[in-house]
């Protein structure tokens, strides 16, 4: 166990619902990650939270909606979307710098959680 | 690029013979790697992390070692067991990447018995 958990494991969907995934970490980190893994691409990373402010947003369409509520949990909400975006969908978290001054060493490494695989209809 | 899945690059070993996984990376201001597995159903694992001030770093079993004038990462297994089985992934992270690591697109290590 990474100290990362997802839900639900799998989820299928039809194009016109409406559902979300949801991710818990439990280590203590101040970073929270979103990452789409198909068949064919590499991991590529959709969204970034730190401290609970999304700061990057990868060009993903708007038919994915992150919710970071604390710094435990990050949700990915999900509607009307397309065959294409069947993938797993993975959740990761770090521990990332306070600060120069926080005495806090960043670890960098990114933890990740099981994953969703999501298939959409 | 290569891509997973299809094209997914395959190491087949022996078990207890020593494997080598490589991988090259694109940006020179790389500071941070990391190697990952990931087994079948299951989210990427950490496995070893270098930074770019070391040449080589050992774990329980593993070995990473970091090439920055040619830019090549390489994974060293050692007595490959059958739980080894997975895909191997290396990431690399620079300043301004910000938070972002760039992943690889991973090799499929297969252990024959």
């Known amino acids: 166990e990474t100290g990362v958990t997802q839900t639900p494991r799998h989820l299928v969907m039809g194009m016109t619902n409406k559902k979300s995934l949801k991710c818990e970490q439990h280590l203590g980190h101040n970073a929270m990650y979103w990452y789409k893994q198909s068949a064919k691409k590499p991991l590529e990373l959709m969204f970034v939270y730190n401290f609970k402010e999304q700061t990057e947003n990868n060009s993903v369409p708007s038919r994915f909606s992150p919710e970071c509520p604390n710094s435990s949990h990050l949700f990915l909400h999900l509607h009307t979307l397309q065959p294409e975006d069947s993938a797993l969908y993975l959740c990761a978290s770090s521990q990332e710098e306070l600060g120069k001054t926080s005495g806090v060493r960043a670890e960098y490494t990114q933890y990740f959680g099981p994953g969703t695989r999501l298939t959409v209809l | 690029g290569e891509s997973v899945g299809l094209h997914l690059p395959t190491l087949s070993v022996q078990e207890g013979d020593n494997s080598i996984i490589n991988c090259a990376y694109s940006n020179s201001a790389s500071d941070y790697f990391i190697w990952y597995k990931q087994e079948s159903g299951k989210g990427p694992q950490f496995i070893i992390d270098?930074?770019?001030?070391?040449d080589k770093r050992q774990g329980q079993r593993v070995t990473v070692l970091l090439n920055k004038t040619v830019k090549h990462l390489s994974l060293q297994i050692a007595a490959t067991q059958p739980g080894d089985s997975a895909v191997y992934f290396c990431?690399?992270?620079?300043?301004?990447?910000?938070?972002?690591?760039?992943f690889g697109p991973g090799t499929r290590l297969s252990v024959l018995p």
């Open positions: 270098i930074r770019s001030n070391m």
């Open positions: 990431a690399e992270k620079a300043e301004n990447y910000g938070q972002n690591f760039v």
